[in-house]
């Protein structure tokens, strides 16, 4: 053999950098795990792929018109059910399944790594906004029956939130910058998927209460989207390369944006609690003393409400100033008092249900 | 080389029916190192050839899942994805192959870096200098048949030509490195 075929075939020995191979699988892997939203197939559907997928096409096309024949009589005499889907997947609060369901997405996230519990928290917010939209269109006569349901799958929404923004404060020490960078940009759009269908479903809601719950859950989605930008901005001036910093700044806006949004209808659900204490004063001399107690509250959230549009104008000043850091710290004090303001809320109302009834 | 195996199959099928990523982690794994030296050949930099791998093994993951063609032979759809990639590569940056001297130097001093990283004998780096002055066609089809041992005729189909054509382009391609290598004098 020829000396430099040889040499040619020592070539072999040229290799990637093996860190940069491990690296690049990871980053790889959560980029594609993004898109990887697998819709469910029937037994059927996917033998015919693994058949098609395995066999030579000479051997498939001789096996395919008799096992067509077979499936096409067994469908009719049987019917699809029993090919469905596992029904846990589809069940919705108040469902026997729906406890299945939720086990299961437990033990997802008890087999993963920090990073992978970011993504599974934020799919399984995703999930209930599903069973939201179900609920919501649902034909169910009893009214307080459906919105107990409701609420309990935006009470997991907020739950899976919540867990989202601990874990990812527990990925800012991670070293694998690119990768948390990465997810913490997917969790910031599946929020924003989150927000959208969360205003779709609002609209279709004529329950003030339920309004309420769902106004609070998408401040909590917001403010885990704002802690997913804050991530970034802290990779990024850590000197992780590769973040786009006008795409950063868009999206900081939009934090500030969405914000006010928030404030905006907090400020409006507001208003219907005021009136109601009034109706109840003029009404009954007895409770006049209980209307003073009442006013205090929303006096503290018109308050806590001109709070977070001052952080807002804040943010917004440090955003043209270039100072993302602090941009997104004072978006991230808006979402917590937007938040208080919403809860400071429910406790009045709570106080209120018993005075009208005596 | 040979064609894909069951198990390389089963795993497209799991890309392809459930999106399933830790499967495409698994023929990542299988085909990393070979589409990386394949287009490190071609574009004669470290940091070029980890970018297009990294975009070949995207491209492919949303052909897989895209096309309702069946996929008969992995292995080259791979290598066409890495083709197309480095083409488009210098498509777009208009880059020459070796339209001087100087960047000629450049990129066998490149070369001779990396070599250095991977502990390559000095023949190597020699062999490697040699290529990189070689037709890309001719370089190309010299690392497929002896680096990366594909057949004639899988080659035919990678480079769309017909095996006949393969054959003289791979005699020539090894006279000319011959010649450079001073093994013809």
Redesign the interface.
Known sequence: MDKVIEQLKELRNVRPDRDWVASHRELLLSQITSQATAKPQSVVVNSWFLAKSLMPTSVLKFLARPVGVITAVFLVVFGSGIFGVSASRNSVPGDLLYNVKLTGEKMKVSISNTREQVKLHAEFAAERVKEIEKLVVSENNNNEEKKAKIIVAVNGLENEMKQAQSKLEDAKEDNKDSVVVEIAKQVDAKTAEISESINKNKEQLNELELQKTLIKAQATVEATSVKAIEVIIEKKNKGVPGIDEKALLQSLDQKITNAKEIVKQTEETTKPVETTTVEVSEKTAEVATVETTNIKPIEINIIDSKAAEKTITEAKELLNNGDLTQAIQKVAETAVITTQVIENQETETTVVEPVTSN | MKKDS?KQ??L??KV???????A??NL??FY??RI??FI??KVNS?EI??DL??EV??KT?EYI?KTDK???NLNALFYKVARNSVIDHYRSKKIESYDSDEDLMEKIEEKRN??D??E??L??ES??KHLTKLKDIYREV??LR??EEFSISEIAELMEKSSGNVRVLLHRA?EA??NL?G?NQ
Do not use: C, H, P
């Open positions: 069951l199959k089963y497209v099928y392809r029916q459930s999106k399933d990523a830790e495409y982690g990542y794994d990393v190192e990386y030296r490190f050949f470290q050839a980890e791998t990294s093994f995207l993951w899942n069946k996929i008969n990396f070599a990283e991977v390559t004998k023949e190597m062999l490697q010299l690392i002896f680096v090894t490195l011959k290598a093994e």
